[in-house]
């Protein structure tokens, strides 16, 4: 307090005058109607400012939930479509709940990414409580990302399609023809096709996606696109080269797929003959 009265009274001059300066300034504002309104003008000039950038920072703020918000109703329709593409009849639209779908589609995000060694992992911020299990399969809007090879109760590692161990089942979109995806290693960028039959009709810039013959992605998920191709030295198959969809060195949110069938289908598929 004794601070204050010292600056008062050591700076009694300057207050003074500034008092006084804003007195007169009142004065002349509220007796003139031209200054008044381009003080007003000016005021609502500094306010808007002021209000301009206080909302800026909360949508800054707010963008983390806005983003939760809408990586959740992507999972809604990414689910809704996935069930669709193998659910055609009416019965299916009339009755969405989980329990009557195929796949369950759940959010995560990307806790640990790596893609320049040659057997790369991704770790997501899910598993088992958030039921996530391994054989998972983990995508983004744009394509496959990998499949979940080991979980924790709140964590899961995904073995990336960027992984030498990786094979995944993948087709020619235009035509049909099945291949094995598999990584050489070499770029991130790219992944490979192989064991295409040799009548298939292999152009570049077509689309390869998921071919559906497995227990874990559905059909048609996006894979990449043919950058080049050539045939194999037996001569009867065709190894092609793929542009991902997905740039494998920055993936955020994923989402991962369950297919509540997968256990059936491989009973089935594992029993004698």
């Not at 204050?4 to 207050?15: G, M, Q, S």
């Not at 003139?32 to 306010?47: L, P, W």
């Not at 002021?50 to 918000?69: A, P, Q, R, T, W």
């Not at 048609?220 to 045939?231: A, K, N, P, R, Y």
Request: cysteine-free.
């Amino acid at each position: 307090m004794q601070q204050i009265f010292n600056f008062v009274i050591k700076n009694k001059t300057f207050l003074l005058f500034l008092f006084l300066f804003g007195i007169s300034l009142a004065f002349t504002i509220q007796s003139h109607s031209y200054h008044r309104s381009k003080f007003i003008s000016s005021a609502n000039g500094i306010t808007g400012g002021v209000y301009g950038m206080v909302n800026s920072v909360d949508k800054y703020f707010g963008l983390e939930i806005e983003n939760s918000k809408l990586a959740e109703e992507n999972k809604r329709l990414r689910q809704l479509l996935l069930n669709l593409q193998i659910n055609a009849d009416s019965s299916f639209l009339q009755n969405k709940e989980n329990n009557n779908l195929n796949y369950v589609v759940r959010t995560a995000e990307v806790f640990k990414n790596s893609y320049a060694s040659p057997n790369n992992y991704l770790t997501i911020n899910k598993g088992e409580k958030d039921s996530i299990y391994e054989d998972f399969g983990v995508i983004t809007p744009k394509g496959i990302v990998g499949i979940i090879d080991n979980t924790s109760n709140n964590y899961s590692r995904v073995i990336s399609i960027l992984n030498k161990k990786s094979r995944i089942n993948a087709k020619l979109k235009n035509s049909n023809h099945i291949g094995s995806l598999e990584w050489n290693g070499k770029s991130p960028e790219f992944s490979q096709l192989t064991d295409v039959s040799k009548f298939a009709d292999v152009k570049i810039g077509d689309t390869i996606e998921t071919g559906g013959e497995s227990a874990i992605f559905p059909k048609g998920i996006g894979i990449g696109t043919i950058e080049s191709f050539q045939v194999d030295i037996t001569g009867d198959t065709y190894n092609i080269e793929i542009r991902l969809f997905n740039d494998m060195t920055n993936v955020g949110t994923v989402y991962v797929i369950e297919n509540k069938d997968r256990k059936e289908i491989l009973e089935l598929e594992n029993s004698d003959e």
